[in-house]
């Protein structure tokens, strides 16, 4: 194999440019993605063959029969004196491709990523359910990440996190921490949230909720006395709203819409976008229940939750992504083009910037 294409030192890469990711794919070099942007490094043009011999060399021989098996696998990886990853391999042309992100070894603080003084509020909670929603790569594990270290720093609590695979790893402080993997430590998100109610936690994450059992399960335990963090791929908090109530039957939603309203804490949507001058800055939309935004979605009157958003927001601590983005603007933190580009309401968002 090309001695200049080595696992270990591209993962190196990965960590010396402060990207986020590496990806390997057949006929094309190693390319890294930089503050949301992907850059090919100067190497040699791979084929299916360095790239299978040099994923396989991070496996064990459980992982390469997964694999083989299902041509998906997701694992998470520690590099000594380098960094931890979260991988993902699949197939691609029938060669083996891969996609590792960098997980970060120290926790950020709540503080550390200028959060919003609302989340110390929210995880105070007893109970209930907060989702940290966006697309892949806005931050979501981050963000939740440094949630769950607030509440470890402050309260002792049993935290139970179902992960695919576990990212961020926490060390105790005042909670107990179990952390789980699916496929190695548990069979799959619902059969873990289904076990995890006689484990006596008090805090459950759940890495995604991909389907209509997870989110089912969820559900249940912020009604039965936990406090529940997950993540879905949604971009707004009325999208979020209703991709949990279209997971039902339409005979299961008027009791999905009920659940929602009483166990529902608050919905984060992000995204990171680009910085003049380098960088990335999350912007977060941010929707709390009151019993205003209880009762819309408990009467399907989802459509109205955002007109709502913005009432009262200093009693609220509610936010809308746009106010974020005209924030940031107006700071010259990043360009108009960056703006609507990454807007979910690009109409509203020109109109506000042609006020200015």
């Known amino acids: 194999m090309n001695q200049t ?72 990886i520690v590099i000594p004196d380098v960094g931890r990853f979260r991988a993902n391999y699949y197939k691609t042309m029938d060669d083996v491709a891969c996609a590792f992100r960098i997980i970060p070894t120290i926790i950020p603080s709540l503080d550390d990523l200028n959060a919003k003084k609302i989340f110390k509020e929210l995880i105070k909670r007893e109970k209930g359910l907060i989702l940290v929603t966006g697309p892949t790569g806005s931050g979501k594990s981050t963000t939740l990440a440094a949630m769950l270290n607030e509440v470890n720093l402050n ?20 909670c107990l921490f179990s952390q789980r993997n699916i496929g190695s430590d548990t069979k799959s998100f619902s059969t873990a949230l289904k076990y995890a109610l006689r484990q006596d936690p008090d805090v459950i994450l759940i890495g995604e909720m991909r389907d209509r059992e997870t989110i089912a399960a969820a559900l249940t335990a ?84 955002y007109s709502q958003m913005q009432l009262n927001q200093q009693g609220t601590g509610m936010t809308t992504q746009t106010q974020e983005i005209v924030e940031f603007l107006r700071k010259k933190m990043i360009s108009k083009d960056i703006a609507m580009q990454y807007s979910n309401k690009p109409d509203e968002l020109q109109r506000v910037i042609d006020a200015f």
């Open 155 to 174: 309260e002792a609590r049993h935290i139970i996190t179902v992960e695919d695979p576990v990212e961020f790893v926490h060390t105790n402080k005042k």
């Open 5 to 76: 294409l080595d696992i270990y030192k591209l993962l190196k890469s990965v960590v010396a440019y402060k990207s986020s990711d590496l990806h390997l794919v057949s006929r094309s070099e190693p390319q890294i993605r930089i503050d949301g942007r992907l850059v090919a490094l100067n190497l040699p043009v791979m084929d299916g063959k360095q790239i299978e011999e040099m994923a396989y060399s991070l496996l064990t021989e459980k992982q390469k029969k997964v694999f083989e098996e299902n041509n998906e696998l997701d694992f998470s």
């Open 222 to 305: 912020a009604e039965t006395g936990h406090l529940v963090f997950g993540t879905l791929h949604t971009n707004s908090a009325p999208s979020t709203i209703n991709r949990i109530i279209d997971v039902f039957g339409g005979d299961e939603q008027p009791q999905v819409r009920a659940q929602l309203s009483t166990s529902l804490i608050a919905v984060i949507s992000q995204a990171l976008l680009p910085k003049i001058g380098g960088g990335r800055v999350a912007a977060q939309e941010v929707m709390i229940t009151n019993p205003a935004i209880a009762n819309l979605i408990r009467e399907d009157k989802v459509h109205q939750l």
